[in-house]
Each structure stands twice: as structure tokens, then as C-alpha cells.
């Protein structure tokens, strides 16, 4: 077992637990009691695979961006999560929850959603299932990610408005437990990222971790090497970047870069970059790095990315963070901004903005002519035009 | 001896009521001012509500109070501040209710400390595990004589009620029905068979109802089982109208009925 994996009592160092009322106990024991079981059977193992390569097009493809590889004075290498069936890494763990939820006898499907990514990636396996689907967006979410809201209803789900507190993501989430709260039986919540009560982050991080598994594939055939010298993610609860690390973590050559939303700087007063403004605390479920006042209200983050517009990370990112395993770093709007139409003139990909901070990076670094670098491109940016062109005045 | 096990000790067999209200709403300052009024009109404990910016566990009126008690200013340490003079002006016992991250800010041993100076007898935190409890802060809580309040819902397993009986120290808080708070009870076959089946476990702690309990048949329902009941959202609903503090002895009355006290 990895020392950076989670404990029998659901814990990474000091970080995880299960802090729920008693009224969500019977669903999270029942998860914690089977997850293991049924991910290792084997008809879920091959039904799992199978969606994954026919209905999400995986493996997806590590690209040897050549052009950005020159600028940059290393071998870049993109992890092109954007190519993935709607458009980033989410449907990975929302196929593997589904299947989940079906093996648990399960009827309706609640979550929760920023950005709309999940929340699209929920609605398509929903409707792939024939199984009833609700969302919950923050208000705020609602009109900024319209197009995505389109998506979910014509899927079928029942998209809901958050309207407690900030009208956003972590809004939306405590709306997703408290109905959970209210229908205890045969409702199952597919939470988005590494986040959540135990067993949650973990399974989550299994879901995901095909990125790396693949990634290790790749650079093998394309390098000789299975493992690069950096890895490079964004992050907003961490699960594409957990995705990415997740079978590089033993290798301790292998540099783990996760790039956090600075926003509009992280001194500004609007920021997401958790690892450095926030504390220690307890977040929908878990024990973590929170953004927060000395009284312990959670604080709202800001991100010109709904997607890393979160004010914590997942446990298992807080114990890396805190044993210096991975490196935490800022990306602000601007550079990541930049970065994205920086791929886009040099490489012909628009990145989803939340992939632009982990591009954004590497203008940061210095590297060798043999450096290995890896950036997972965790989504694409067809979400984010109307963004992209407000900020560029196209 | 901590005042909630006097409580019960003393008016075992007599129909108790508990009422709910978030600290610093309506108005930053209410806190004392309506514990003093709830005792007067004949409550037998209370619970004051530090308010938290994510209540996952509470339906939309207590979350509406908790929001505006922050924006108020209210928090753990102006609470504390307050409750100084709790003790010159109510007698009942008084439990605090709120969320873990809060109290894991202020310190536990801290919190604990607070609670034995201003006389707070035991605290109701929803989303702190029993595993973390008794690992970590058991013994904090046992120093400084505070009962730590834990939650049952109809699906909790008897094993597990079991251990939560051996655990706690002042009640058990039996949670009406698969629900955040505020949504009305209804007396049905399954909730008298949920309260009908606790009850026959004869455990060691009195059992007291919270969730849905707005009115005095919900009251006389969940009390045929139970020895104390709470209300909460039904009466932080009240404190919207401008003479709250006028209304309250009617407003207990019709939960209690005359027979009160
Ligand atoms: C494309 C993309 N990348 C990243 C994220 C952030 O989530 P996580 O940190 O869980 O990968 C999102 C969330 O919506 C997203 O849509």
C-alpha cells in the first residue's frame, strides 16, 4: 500500500474522515462498506473499460505539442482529457459512479455542479442508464454556464437552483447533501471531484487515476521512459489532477505540480488559491485546507474559471500540499487567460480556462531539452468561448 | 452534577420542551433576552445555535437565521462574550448547537473551557463523527463536565445506537424522520414504529425528539415516547414578527398545552 494512499480508517495523515451528520451515515457506510468490492469485480471492471473506450473515446491521446515543446525548451507532452465524450476528465468518474450506483440498486442520481462540466457528464450517464437525474447549480452558475444548462436539460435532468448562501458551487454541493438528507434510500450522489466524505476522494481518485495509468503507457512508447520528470494539473476539489499523479506519486523523481486559481492575485481578496489563503478545517465531509475566517465561516472563493471556483481542495491534495509530495502553485486570470489563447494560436486547441491554468505554468519553469513534461488538458474550451471572447474584446 | 442529568432525573415522567434559536438572530444582541423569556414561559432547556456559513443538516428557515446571524456579526467568540451573564439570569440547562468547523477554529479544548465558564451543560454538533469523538476529543469534553450530544435517525442500526447510548452523557437526540430541519412532522405508522422500537431498547439515556415538531400534536405524539421534544424552525419562524418577545408564553403554551410545567 503507497504511504499517499488512504488509510483503513478513511484518512490521509491528518486529512479525510467522514464528517457527516448521522442522517447521511447509512448511505456513506453502505458506499465505504462496498466501493472496493464492487470496483474489483470483474464484470464492473469490463464494463468499465468498455464505456470508457467506446462511449468515451479513451484512450485519449498524449500529445507531443511540437510547437509548444520549441518555446518551451522540453518535450510537452498534453494529456488531452478535452477530447474525452463531453469535453473533459469529469465522465471518467461519473461512468464509474453510475455503474456503481446500478450494482447498488439505486434509482435516482443527484449532483452537484460548478462549471456545468459535471454536472453534463452526470446528465449523460443518466440518460446513457435511464436513470432519473438532478442537479444542483448555484444560481450564479445557472446564468453564467447557460450553454451547459442547455446540455443537462436536453438530456433530461432536472437542472435545480442553489439559492442558500453565495448562489455557487459550494452552495450547490450543500444543497446535493441535504437532498440526499431528505430521499436516505435508493438515491445515489455522485459527488464531482476528490472531494466529500470518506470513501469518496478515494474512489474518485480511482475513477480518474486511468489518466495516469494510460499517461505511464504512452510516455513508455513515446519516450522509453514510463514516467516524465514534471506532471503538471490544475486544481479546484483535485480530481483530474489526482487523476494525473495518481500512479506517479510511488516515483519519487516525478515533480507533482498542481496549479491553484489566484484570481485576481492571491492577495486581491478574490482568489481560490486554497493551499495558500486557506487553513485547516472540516468541508462538506472531510478534514482539510479551506479557505475560511478565524471563526470558521467558510469564505467565497473568486476564479474567472467556475471549474476551480471552490474554496477547498480534496484531503488527499492537503496532505500532499503538507508533506511537500506535490507542489502547490498560483495561477492568476491573466496568465491563465493568456496561456489559453497561447495554445490555441500555437497548437490550434482551445483549452477550457481551468486547463489553462496548468498550461499557464510552464512559462514559470525552466527546464532541460530532455525533460519529460506532462500537462493534463483536463477539458476543452467550447464552455468558455463567451469567456475567452469578453476577456481578448474578439 | 452536570444540570441536564439533573433535569431529567428530576421530571422524569413529565412533558418537556426544548427550544431551538440561533444565537445573533433577529438581532445580534437576543440571545440572553430570549433565553430569559423561553425560561419564564416555561421551557425546560434550550439550545442556542452558533451559526455556521454551510448548515448542511438544516432546511431553509434555520439556515435563514444562520446567515443573517453572521451578518450580524455573530460568531463563536462574541457568543462566548455574551453568554458571561447567561447564568445570573436563566437556571435551565442550555446546550449549544452548531457545526464542527467552527468549533475546530475556536479549539476544542477551548470550546470546552468556554462552555464550563459561562455554564453551557452539552453541545449538539451534527456533522462531528463518534469515531473522531471518542478518539480525539472525549476526554476534553469529560474535563470540563460537557455533555456531547449525539443523533439518531429511523435508519441508525441497533448496534449503533447501542455504542451511541454508551457514549453520550446527557440524551440521546432522536431525529423525527429522514429529513433536514423544518419539514413538519406527520404522525404515521412508520414514525410510531421508529419511536415504538427505540423506546423498547430501554437504553441507559432519556430520548429526546428534534426535526419536524412545530405544534402540539406533533409534541403529544413524539412525548408518548420520548421524554423531552425540541422545536426549532416553528419558532425561529416566530422571530420574524416584530413582538416575538410578546408572543412567546402563547407560543409555548400551544405546544406544551396548559398542562405545562
Ligand atoms: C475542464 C475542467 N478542469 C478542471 C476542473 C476542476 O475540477 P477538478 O479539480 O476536480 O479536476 C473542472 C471542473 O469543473 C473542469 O471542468
Known sequence: ?394 | MNRIKQLFNNKAGKKMLSIYFTAGYPRIDSTIELAKTLETAGVDFLEIGFPYSDPVADGPVIQHSSEEALKNGMSLDLLFQQLKELRQHVQIPVLLMGYVNPMLQYGVERFCKSCAEVGVDGVIVPDLPMYEYEELYQDVFRKYNISNIFLITPQTSEARIRKIDELSTGFIYMVSSFATTGKNLTVSEQTTAYFERIKALNLHNPLVVGFGIADQASFDHALTYADAAIVGSAFVRLLDQEDYLEQIPSFVERIKGSVAV
Open chain 1, 1 to 394: 500500500m503507497s504511504n499517499y494512499q488512504v488509510n483503513e480508517k478513511g484518512y490521509y495523515g491528518d486529512f479525510g474522515g467522514a464528517y457527516i451528520p448521522e442522517m447521511m451515515f447509512p448511505n456513506i457506510e453502505e458506499l465505504r462498506l462496498r466501493y472496493m468490492e464492487i470496483i474489483n469485480e470483474d464484470s464492473f471492471k469490463k464494463e468499465f473499460e468498455q464505456l470508457l473506450r467506446d462511449y468515451v473515446g479513451r484512450p485519449s491521446p498524449l500529445y507531443l505539442a511540437k510547437r509548444f515543446s520549441e518555446k518551451y525548451g522540453a518535450n510537452i507532452f498534453l494529456k488531452r482529457e478535452d477530447l474525452n465524450h463531453t469535453g473533459a476528465h469529469k465522465v471518467n468518474n461519473t461512468i464509474g459512479q453510475i455503474l456503481l450506483a446500478k450494482r447498488l440498486g439505486k434509482k435516482r442520481i443527484i449532483a452537484e455542479t460548478g462549471a456545468g462540466q459535471h454536472g453534463v457528464a452526470t446528465a449523460t450517464v443518466c440518460a446513457l442508464m435511464g436513470i432519473k437525474c438532478v442537479v444542483y447549480m448555484g444560481e450564479i452558475d445557472i446564468q453564467r454556464q447557460a450553454p451547459n444548462v442547455a446540455r443537462m436539460k436536453m438530456m433530461g435532468a432536472e437542472v435545480r437552483p442553489a439559492s442558500s448562501g453565495s448562489k455557487t458551487l459550494k452552495d450547490a454541493t450543500n444543497e446535493a447533501m441535504r437532498d440526499w438528507i431528505n430521499n436516505p434510500v435508493d438515491t445515489h450522489y455522485i459527488i464531482g471531484s476528490v472531494v466529500g466524505p470518506h470513501p469518496y476522494p478515494d474512489m474518485v481518485a480511482r475513477f480518474q487515476s486511468v489518466i495516469s495509468a494510460e499517461t505511464r503507457k504512452q510516455l513508455l512508447e513515446k519516450t522509453g521512459r514510463e514516467t516524465p520528470d514534471y506532471a503538471i494539473a490544475c486544481v479546484g476539489g483535485g480530481s483530474n489532477a489526482i487523476g494525473m499523479f495518481y500512479h506517479f506519486l510511488d516515483d519519487e523523481a516525478v515533480q507533482l505540480i498542481a496549479a491553484e486559481a489566484a484570481g485576481k492575485g492571491v492577495d486581491s481578496g478574490h482568489s481560490a488559491a486554497t493551499s495558500v489563503l486557506g487553513q485547516e478545517g472540516v468541508l462538506h465531509g472531510s478534514r482539510t485546507i479551506l479557505m475560511q475566517t478565524t471563526d470558521g465561516q467558510v469564505i467565497e472563493p473568486y476564479s474567472i474559471s467556475a471549474g476551480l471556483d471552490y474554496p477547498g481542495i480534496g484531503p488527499q491534495h492537503a496532505f500532499l500540499h503538507k508533506i511537500g509530495r506535490a507542489k502547490y502553485v498560483s495561477i492568476t486570470d491573466d496568465e491563465a487567460m493568456q496561456a489559453g489563447l497561447l495554445l490555441t494560436r500555437m497548437e490550434g486547441i482551445i483549452p477550457a480556462v481551468e486547463s489553462a491554468h496548468a498550461l499557464a505554468q510552464l512559462e514559470k519553469m525552466s527546464f532541460k531539452p530532455s525533460d519529460n513534461v506532462v500537462v493534463c488538458l483536463s477539458g476543452r474550451g467550447d464552455k468558455d468561448l463567451d469567456n475567452y471572447m469578453k476577456y481578448f474584446n474578439f
